[in-house]
């Protein structure tokens, strides 16, 4: 009988400990694709925000 409760208690220890590992993963992994989601878009609206260079009277070395 003590062998089954203790089986018990470290069965319930283990699958609590697996659960909330599982949960925390998935927000990390939501935590960074929204990081990298507001990364992009930013990068896209700072391309499109850029004014064109002016390259008249620039001289080129050969």
């Known amino acids: 009988m003590k062998l089954i ?3 018990l208690v470290i069965g319930s220890v283990l ?3 697996m659960v909330w590992a599982e949960g ?3 927000r990390v ?3 960074f694709t929204a990081h990298q989601d507001q990364g ?5 609206q700072a391309v499109k925000t850029q004014p ?3 390259l008249k009277g620039v001289m080129v070395h050969k």
Not at 40 to 44: N, T, Y
């Open 5 to 7: 409760k203790a089986a």
């Open 15 to 17: 699958l609590s400990s």
């Open 52 to 54: 064109a260079p002016n």
């Open 29 to 31: 992994f939501a935590r």
């Open 24 to 26: 925390g993963g998935d």
């Open 40 to 44: 992009k878009s930013m990068v896209q």
